[in-house]
């Protein structure tokens, strides 16, 4: 298996524009797990789904955010409209189980200006 | 609420030496206790995890961790440094429940010197 595969690797857009991050999970793996990276808050947890049901979204931060999770093999991170303080880091990871190893991948680096 | 408190930010080791980096977590109950290694531009992988039994943990690269539960710490070791270890280590503790939720340190991050 390739991994968990993130597009795009690198982002930028402009402030007001609407931004989508994709991730393909690891087949088979039932959990899927959006975090967020920033040097101020470290990783947060956004959203995580179970059989691609959304279990817990606390993690995410405003109604900007939204979280899609259409079939086992895609979900979808999308904010509109972006900010300038959206700037981090987006991860997805995904597992077998919810407390097993969380596989990662190499992360969708998005600047806002 | 869990937490994990990683207190050194940044640790520099010379290459043969060893290392370990400090991990405390405040929960009220034993939680399940990861390590995680970032490179840098990549996403983070696992090093070793506890769940329950020997508290005594070996993982990848060379790594082991121990739990002590008096002490609510879960540190990281390893015997002899290699400069390929030079990244970003995160401990994370997540709910022995349905709430599959992780709770990340700040990470720690360690440079490698000649």
């Known amino acids: 298996d390739a991994g968990v595969i993130q597009s795009p690797r690198h982002e930028v857009t402009e402030m007001g524009q609407e931004v989508t991050l994709r991730c393909k999970p690891i087949s088979g793996h039932d959990y899927l797990f959006w975090y967020r990276q920033t040097m101020m808050r470290g990783l947060e947890l956004l959203i995580y789904f179970n059989n691609n049901v959304p279990i817990d979204d606390s993690g995410m931060p405003e109604d900007r955010f939204s979280a899609k999770m259409p079939n086992a093999s895609f979900s979808t991170l999308k904010i509109q409209p972006s900010e300038p303080r959206d700037s981090a880091v987006y991860f997805c990871?995904?597992?077998?189980?919810?407390?097993?190893?969380?596989?990662f991948g190499q992360g969708t680096r998005l600047t806002v200006v | 609420a869990q937490s994990v408190t990683q207190p050194d930010i940044h640790i520099t080791v010379s290459e043969g030496a060893s290392l370990e980096l400090r991990c405390n977590y405040s929960y009220g109950a034993t939680p399940y206790l990861f390590w995680y290694v970032q490179s840098p531009g990549q996403g983070l992988q696992l090093l070793l995890k506890?769940?329950?039994?020997?508290?005594l943990v070996q993982g990848i690269k060379g790594f082991e961790a121990e739990f002590k539960r008096s002490q609510s710490s879960f540190n990281l070791r390893k015997p002899s440094v290699h400069w390929s270890d030079a990244a970003e280590y995160f401990c994370a503790v997540g709910p022995r429940s349905n709430d599959y939720k992780l709770s990340f340190g700040a990470g720690t991050t360690v440079t490698v010197r000649a």
């Open positions: 506890y769940f329950s039994g020997d508290t």
């Open positions: 990871a995904s597992s077998l189980g919810g407390a097993d190893e969380a596989f």
